[in-house]
């Protein structure tokens, strides 16, 4: 059931890529499909996963385990949120709740005893090629003609190193003319990869209190591969307040999109920079919506 998303055309210049329709309600399901099938057929002894999440790459990969057979261990932040910790628990993964940042999650994780593995999404060259097929989704639904530019929500990275990637292939193999302008959305609480990129320092929170509940990688291990990618495309960061994160998820939900805060943040950065006057009236612009509200307490 993963692939092939609606792309809706919502205004004269303006598109959103549905990809909380997802069957787990997330993106994620793109890297998890690929991981686990790749997983079953190089490891054949494996008795179950260990993977580390704020919530949907969990549910994701609780569920394509559940569906292979696997056992899987789920190792989460404190302030995972409800229906996400409901969702991965139905798939009958066993959760671990982990106190401190999100990088201590990922160690927990990485601790589990013999006959796991442990295949953080992060990480995963599986999971990110999965990614991988959102750009090339996104340019055969337009029949290969690139957007101007492409707003998505950035956390650990995974997305938008996968979104890359896919669109640098495409644009080697002449199958599109132009790269689109990537913009890397995240909020004010969690932003190192919009700091870097503008030269400023970043003093992450001792507690992150943002509604954007999947947005919680202050630290991400692949910051520096984002920056490098980034910068080699040309692409840009913006981020968002909590009053712009909410304002812009409750002008979604009315428009008929119900997602979760986090996916809204890619909304607000682009609604911010439409009113900054810096997207141009004729240019062609993606929001990418990445997780399903039902996922959200807001």
């Avoid at 057979?69 to 190792?75: A, E, N, Q, R």
């Avoid at 950035?154 to 896919?166: M, R, Y």
């Avoid at 591969?225 to 909590?242: H, L, P």
Wanted: charged share 25%; with cysteine.
């Amino acid at each position: 059931g993963e692939g092939f998303t609606p792309l809706v055309k919502v205004g004269d210049s303006l598109w959103f890529k549905l990809d909380f329709l997802m069957p787990t309600g997330s993106y994620k399901d793109r890297g998890s499909s690929i991981l686990i099938s790749g997983l079953l057929s190089n490891l054949k002894k494996v008795e179950g996963v260990s993977e580390d999440s704020s919530g949907n790459a969990g549910a994701s990969i609780a569920a394509y385990c559940a569906k292979a057979g696997l056992k899987v261990k789920i190792f989460v932040p404190e302030n995972a949120s409800g229906p996400k910790l409901f969702q991965i628990k139905k798939y009958e993964a066993e959760v671990y709740t982990i106190k401190g940042r999100r990088e201590d999650v990922s160690l927990a994780a990485q601790k589990v005893g013999e006959n796991f593995v442990y295949i953080g999404h992060a990480w995963h060259p599986f999971f990110k090629d999965g990614i991988r097929t959102l750009a090339y989704e996104i340019s055969e639904q337009m029949d290969w003609r690139p957007f101007d530019y492409i707003f998505l929500p950035v956390s650990a990275g995974t997305l938008l190193i996968g979104l890359i990637e896919g669109f640098v292939h495409l644009l080697d193999s002449g199958i599109i003319e132009k790269m689109p302008k990537i913009i890397a959305c995240q909020t004010s609480q969690v932003s190192p990869l919009y700091h870097k990129m503008k030269g400023t320092k970043y003093v992450p929170p001792e507690r992150i209190l943002s509604v954007a509940d999947a947005l919680v990688s202050t630290n991400p291990p692949l910051l520096e591969k984002m920056y490098y990618m980034m910068r080699k495309i040309e692409g840009d960061a913006e981020i968002v307040d909590e009053n712009e994160i909410i304002y812009s998820h409750n002008v979604l939900a009315k428009k008929g999109f119900y997602v979760e805060p986090s996916s809204a943040v890619a909304y607000a950065a682009y609604l911010k920079l439409l009113k900054e006057k810096i997207l141009g009236e004729n240019e062609k612009v993606l929001v990418v919506l990445t997780g399903s509200g039902l996922k959200s307490v807001l």
